[in-house]
Structure formats: C-alpha cells, structure tokens
C-alpha cells in the first residue's frame, strides 16, 4: 500500500457571500507537484435575485484549471474565444498556457432562480516547456463524461482525464495527468494502483473514508509518501472525491496571484505582457 504522509485540512476562505474551503495551498502544504491549488466553493444555497459567482475578467498565464461543477453552473468565457455554460456534474478544463484573460461568472437563468451551488476549481502547473503553449479551453456536460461503475454499482467513478484502466477520458492534457472524481456509497470500496514515482492527489470533498487504513472526512486533502503502490478506498459514508496522479514536474514553481512561471523575471514579464494586451482585450 501506498503510505500516507499527513491529512491537511482545508482552511475556510470565505470571499464574500461565497463560502470557501483552501485546500491547497495551506500553512501545512505548499503544493503537491504538479498539483498547486484547490479552492472548495459551497456547498451553499443561493436566494433568487443573487448576484452569483464573483470571478469577473482576470489574467492567468503558465498552469492549466479543472473545474468541477457540483451543484449550480458557471459561465464561461475568455479571449481566446471559449465559451460556455456548464451545468451540475460538468467540468471545464482550461489551459492558460501563454496567457489569457477569462470570467468564470454564474448564468442569467441561475441568478434570476438561485439554488444549491457547489465548485471547485484545482490548478495544474505546467513544465517549462509549455508554460507558453497556445490556451485552450474544454467544457464537458455531465453526459460527456465517461462513469466507470464498480463493486456492484456502490462505486461510480467519472473519467475526466487521462485514464482509468482501459477506459480513456476525454480530455488527454499536455502533462499526462490523470483525474476522475469519485461518487461511493456507504460501504462501497475500490482499490487503485499509481505507480510510486508519481504523485497522487486525493481529496474528500464530501462524507468520509477509509484510506489505507486512515479516515479522512470532508474537507480532507490526503497527502501520500512516494512508497507502495496500491490505493485502498472505502466509504464509511456517502462520500464524493477527487483523485488524480501526476509525475512530478521537479521544477521551480515561483506564483504571483493569477501567474505560475519558473521565475521571478518571467512573472515580471506576464504583468507586462498582460498590461500590453498580449493576452488578449476583454470586450465582456
């Protein structure tokens, strides 16, 4: 079995009205390479008339977004000419890569209704070599998304990058990371193996588990030593995950607030860049 490092809990971060869970980075873990950040919105309940999700237009450059969509929906639109509204049980996968500017804000139809909202959103950095890649954006509908059903259906596992044994997800990234979310009844149980040189990311989202022999509730990032292989999941209650794995990148990480480069002249020079308009003109 794989050993297990620590559990870290996700500090509340509250931005507004919005409730929010850190994850990652916290005061006990700066970042699980290539894994560098999770934010947990909700779950919550929004009245009719709200004003939704505060992420108006804002740059990134050099790291790539996952977006889960638990509960509620998000809009979606950037200057490099996505656009999107995805709904509960939806993803949005974006690679900011040289640089773009994009909003992530509720739609008209959920403001005007309101209802239950809960996202998270999961930052990837990307190797040296293709912090400049070209952006790019993929929205997947909750139909779009492979479900691999396990133990007799008490496990459900949604493909979203990579792979899960046979079955190939729709998204294939630039850094060969893998990523499902994970949906188990109480008692349900599976068992996954991630080669030892390769970093797992493991977050309880909601209900409880045992792993490896260790519980872990909600709002619960488990972090793995390198040793051992096998990954033993079973749920002590319904619980919903994210589990990912990676090979480390092994490569400065030097972040100022929405840029991720290698160093500090590089992040001196996505201010200017983003400043001149090679990121592109919010017309929003």
Known sequence: M???????????APMGDLVTYRAIPTHSVEYIDPFLFLNHHGPQVYKPGNLGLPFGPHPHRGFETLTFILDGDIMHQ?????????????????TAGSGLIH??????????EGGPLEILQLWFNLPARYKMTVPKYIGLQK????VVELDNGKVRVNVISGS???????????????MVSIELQKGGEFIYNVPSERNIFFY???GAVQVNGQSAEKLTLVEFENEGKEVKVEATEDAYILFGHAQPFNE????????VMNTEQEIREAFRDYQLGKMGTWEG
Do not use: C, Y
């Not at 400065?252 to 840029?259: I, Q, R, T």
């Open 2 to 12: 794989r050993k297990i490092k620590n559990l870290h809990k996700a500090v509340h």
């Open 78 to 94: 950037d200057t490099g000419g996505g656009e999107d509204i995805i709904e509960a049980g939806g993803v949005q996968w974006m």
């Open 103 to 112: 909003a992530e804000v509720s739609s008209e139809k959920f403001k005007q």
């Open 143 to 146: 139909d779009q998304i492979p």
């Open 164 to 178: 899960w044994g046979e079955v190939q997800a729709p998204i294939q990234n630039l850094s060969d990371i893998h």
């Open 204 to 206: 309880v989202v909601r």
């Open 252 to 259: 400065p990480v030097v972040s100022h607030g929405p840029f």
